[in-house]
């Protein structure tokens, strides 16, 4: 959106549902463990290090990563965006924001 708002180019911005983990338990699981599983060890090996390329790329666009979140099942908030988007396309790019805030830099699940 930044970029639209600079260039003056306007861009409509919708949201469609993609499970990266559709198999993730309800209840969740630790990140770390997760990313261990599914990827090895190796994928983990700088995990949390602030100065990550992640941490580093995420600090650069305002966003403070927080390693200490869990995977979640994010099959109930794709259905509520999807319920909003219905009726009206910014309130659900709203909504993705805070999910977004609560999720990646507050660890909320």
Request: net charge neutral.
């Amino acid at each position: 959106m930044q970029a639209s708002e600079t260039s003056g180019v306007p861009v409509k911005v919708e949201w469609e549902p993609f499970l990266l983990n559709p198999k993730i338990p309800e209840q969740g699981q630790d990140l770390k463990e997760h990313l261990e599983m599914k990827y090895g060890k190796a994928a983990t090996k700088n995990f949390g290090d602030p100065n990550s390329n992640l941490y580093k790329m995420g600090r650069n666009v305002g966003i403070e990563f927080n390693g200490s979140r869990r995977m979640v099942n994010s099959i109930k908030a794709h259905a509520l965006v999807e319920s909003i988007k219905a009726r009206d396309n910014d309130k659900a790019n709203e909504l993705m924001q805070i999910l977004y805030e609560k999720y990646f830099v507050e660890g909320a699940d």
